[in-house]
């Protein structure tokens, strides 16, 4: 976690700002998650452990932990935003379920060749992608067929 934390307060130095105690925290809890989280789950972790660390705290935060890199907007459908983290991640993709909003991370390397073979039979030049693919998992499947 040190070389996230080195990251993030090169960041923050260079625009004036400080890593702070709280900053520290909510970037601890954000490391820590094991899944994804919206900035109100980040929120109610943090004030557990962080002394006055505000919504607004974790919400600039979390916009600043974005901008460094460190943190990727993950939006699987609906108006939620969750955050994961992209920094010392490795690429992935998303199978979504629209019956229960689970989801998993998957990386294919074939899917990856194939996506790189689209861009250089078109002479395009990517700087980044995601594929989301919508549909139903197996519990929510099982569950349907459950007399």
């Known amino acids: 976690m040190r070389d996230v934390q080195d990251v993030f307060a ?3 130095e260079k625009r004036g700002l400080s890593l702070t105690r709280q ?3 909510i970037l601890g809890v954000f490391l820590d998650a094991k899944r994804h989280l919206t900035v109100e ?3 109610n972790i943090a004030k557990k452990k962080v002394v006055r660390a505000g919504y607004t705290t974790v919400f600039r935060t979390m916009k600043l932990l974005r901008e460094a890199g460190i943190a ?4 699987l459908g609906g108006k939620i935003v969750k955050y994961e983290r992209r920094y010392g991640h490795e690429h992935h993709d998303h199978l979504v379920c629209l019956e229960c909003g689970s989801f998993v991370e998957a990386l ?3 899917i990856e060749k194939l996506q790189n073979k689209l861009c250089n039979k078109f002479d395009f030049t990517p700087r980044r992608h995601r594929m ?3 549909g139903t998992c197996r519990r929510c499947r099982r569950r349907k067929h459950k007399p």
Do not use: C
Not at 72 to 75: A, L, P, R, T, Y
């Open 10 to 12: 090169g960041f923050l």
């Open 23 to 25: 900053r520290r925290e």
């Open 41 to 43: 789950g980040v929120y």
């Open 72 to 75: 990727k907007e993950v939006n």
């Open 108 to 110: 294919d390397p074939e």
């Open 132 to 134: 989301e693919i919508f």
